[in-house]
């Protein structure tokens, strides 16, 4: 692994190409082995004019992780692989952060694809926009009859509800964006990535940045290539843990609170009490009660239209996983959310270590 301490200043960080800023691309990865290669192809790929390195925070794995970040690294010498002991995202852009030897910092996932020319264009809009933070769409892309629906989901109001990075939209401020293009000196002056959050961290840092007065700026120029989860319970896992953290948000900061992001914890609410009124009137409590029954019946001819809808384009037996889909993305963000993360409150931004 490679624990080498030393930084160039921001100011000076200038390639050879121009007038163009040198870059420090991180990616935490952990349990990666399926798309470790091509996400990091992507990023060797880039166009970009300027100077560049690609930094991997890697966390214990439990596949081949690790063996093929060691052989990239090997293969092209712009490749640097660091040590992330405690295996969360948040904790491993810390610690990339702190490697990092250049002014800019981009964030990319492991089971992310960079788009083209997604680098020298972040780096434009960053500079002409005077932006702390520049990020784009989450384009969801599968490979299976399940991914494809997963995809689709994500892709529209009805599955996600709509934000901008996940179905595209003008150019312009934004509360949060997908992954992000970032000054470091901003990031460095605000404590780096909060490690309190295992999730949710890139929702948390936009609000500080913004709260700042500086400014997250969204691109519909950016487009960065999702792997959806290959499986429901790895569908359900994700946005179960997804909507936990996204209400410790709205626990440390209540005004992020809003109509979308409530939306789902509203549906499980009205489902599970129709439900629970449903039974009791069969059980003998008053008939009124099995009105209650209206609240899941509906919900679930909402999901088969919406699932109509969704699936325009899709193959035949991609629609046919939409309905089961859309219920986990919903049901399960709407639970997480309602059972909050069971963490210790209190806990604050993690400063990283960075030696100028």
């Not at 060797?44 to 560049?52: F, H, N, R, S």
């Not at 997804?242 to 709205?250: A, H, I, K, N, S």
């Not at 109509?308 to 193959?315: A, C, K, M, Q, S």
């Given at each position: 692994m490679?624990?080498?301490?030393?930084?160039?200043?921001?100011?000076?960080?200038?390639?050879?190409?121009?007038?163009?800023?040198?870059?420090?691309?991180?990616?935490p990865?952990?349990?990666?082995?399926?798309?470790?290669?091509?996400?990091v192809?992507?990023v060797?790929?880039?166009?970009?004019?300027?100077?560049?390195e690609?930094?991997?925070?890697?966390?214990?794995?439990?596949?081949?992780?690790?063996?093929?970040?060691a052989?990239?690294a090997?293969?092209?010498?712009r490749?640097?692989?660091?040590e992330?002991?405690?295996?969360?995202t948040p904790?491993?852009?810390?610690a990339?952060?702190?490697?990092?030897?250049?002014?800019?910092?981009v964030?990319?996932d492991?089971?992310?694809?960079l788009?083209d020319?997604?680098?020298?264009?972040?780096?434009?809009?960053?500079?002409?926009?005077?932006?702390?933070?520049?990020?784009?769409?989450?384009?969801?892309?599968?490979?299976t009859?399940?991914?494809?629906?997963?995809?689709?989901?994500?892709?529209?109001?009805?599955?996600l509800g709509?934000?901008?990075?996940?179905?595209?939209?003008?150019?312009?401020?934004?509360?949060?964006?997908?992954?992000?293009?970032?000054?470091?000196?901003?990031?460095?002056?605000?404590?780096?990535?909060?490690?309190?959050?295992?999730?949710?961290?890139?929702?948390?840092?936009?609000?500080?940045?913004?709260a700042?007065?500086?400014?997250?700026?969204?691109?519909?120029?950016?487009?960065?290539?999702?792997?959806?989860?290959?499986?429901?319970?790895?569908?359900?896992?994700?946005?179960?843990?997804?909507?936990?953290?996204?209400?410790?948000?709205?626990?440390?900061?209540?005004?992020?609170a809003?109509?979308?992001y409530?939306?789902?914890?509203?549906?499980?609410?009205?489902?599970?009490?129709?439900?629970?009124?449903?039974?009791?009137?069969?059980?003998?409590?008053p008939?009124?009660?099995?009105?209650?029954?209206?609240?899941?019946?509906?919900?679930?001819?909402?999901v088969?239209a919406?699932s109509?809808?969704?699936?325009?384009?899709?193959?035949a037996?991609?629609?046919l996983?939409?309905?089961?889909?859309?219920?986990?993305?919903h049901l399960?963000w709407?639970?997480?959310f309602?059972?909050g993360?069971?963490?210790?409150?209190?806990?604050?931004?993690?400063?990283?270590?960075?030696?100028?």
């Open positions: 490679d624990n080498t301490p030393a930084h160039e200043p921001a100011a000076d960080a200038r390639a050879t190409g121009g007038d163009w800023p040198a870059v420090s691309v991180v990616m990865v952990r349990n990666e082995e399926r798309h470790l290669g091509s996400a192809r992507g060797l790929a880039q166009d970009y004019p300027g100077e560049m690609l930094i991997l925070a890697i966390g214990p794995s439990h596949d081949r992780t690790a063996e093929i970040a052989e990239l090997v293969a092209d010498r490749i640097r692989v660091i992330n002991p405690a295996g969360k904790a491993g852009l810390n990339g952060l702190a490697a990092a030897r250049h002014g800019i910092i964030r990319v492991g089971h992310g694809i788009s020319g997604y680098i020298r264009t972040a780096v434009t809009v960053l500079e002409e926009t005077s932006a702390a933070n520049v990020g784009g769409i989450m384009h969801a892309e599968g490979t009859d399940f991914e494809r629906a997963v995809a689709s989901t994500y892709g529209s109001k009805l599955g709509g934000s901008r990075f996940h179905i595209g939209g003008d150019a312009g401020p934004a509360d949060t964006v997908y992954l992000g293009v970032f000054r470091r000196d901003v990031l460095e002056r605000l404590g780096g990535f909060d490690e309190h959050f295992a999730r949710a961290q890139d929702w948390e840092l936009n609000y500080r940045i913004r700042a007065g500086e400014r997250v700026w969204f691109t519909p120029d950016l487009v960065v290539t999702y792997r959806p989860r290959p499986d429901i319970t790895a569908l359900a896992r994700q946005f179960f843990r997804t909507g936990q953290w996204r209400r410790e948000v709205v626990r440390k900061y209540p005004d992020t809003s109509a979308r409530l939306a789902a914890p509203g549906v499980v609410t009205a489902v599970g009490v129709g439900a629970v009124a449903g039974v009791a009137a069969a059980l003998g409590a008939a009124w009660l099995s009105l209650g029954w209206l609240a899941p019946l509906g919900y679930m001819a909402g088969g919406a109509v809808v969704v699936g325009r384009g899709l193959p037996r991609a629609r996983w939409l309905p089961a889909v859309l219920a986990t993305v399960s709407g639970v997480g309602l059972l993360a069971r963490v210790p409150a209190g806990t604050t931004a993690t400063a990283p270590s960075a030696t100028r």
